[in-house]
């Protein structure tokens, strides 16, 4: 009785032993872009997510933008989940304009067999009012 009881004890201490390792083998890192995000620094993040992050699935990138007001620059933040096989194949960074309602229903990450697109973050220049949509450029990452 009791050596079953220590056994699987054990078993548990060896898994939590074990999974900051695992958990670690991904880790997440980031880059930064302030005061505005054109083509040259869609350029520059394509080539950083693959070459350092070399992603599996479109999930491995993810963003974060903010601005102060409409029409000021972006700020953007990208993560990438580094050490990846580079699976997913290249991808580059494209910024879209959107003159009026961004369609949110378009696939983007739904399911591996369906990935088209990963939005990083929007640049929003006018807001006419709270019932017009936004107009400004989506960041996204797709593949190339």
Request: net charge positive.
């Amino acid at each position: 009785m009791w050596s079953k009881r220590y056994c699987v004890f054990a078993a548990l201490l060896a898994g939590f032993w074990a999974s900051p390792a695992i958990a670690q083998q991904h880790l997440w890192i980031t880059f930064d872009f302030g005061g505005g995000f054109n083509d040259a620094e869609a350029a520059t993040l394509t080539s950083w997510i693959n070459d350092s992050c070399r992603p599996d699935q479109m999930g491995y990138s993810a963003g974060f933008s903010y601005q102060e007001a409409p029409g000021k620059p972006v700020n953007l933040k990208v993560y990438c989940r580094e050490g990846g096989t580079g699976k997913l194949g290249k991808v580059k960074v494209v910024r879209i304009a959107y003159p009026r309602e961004f369609p949110l229903d378009m696939p983007l990450s739904l399911t591996v067999s369906t990935e088209r697109a990963v939005i990083l973050g929007f640049d929003v220049t006018k807001i006419d009012g709270l019932m017009k949509p936004p107009t400004g450029t989506v960041v996204m990452v797709v593949k190339e």
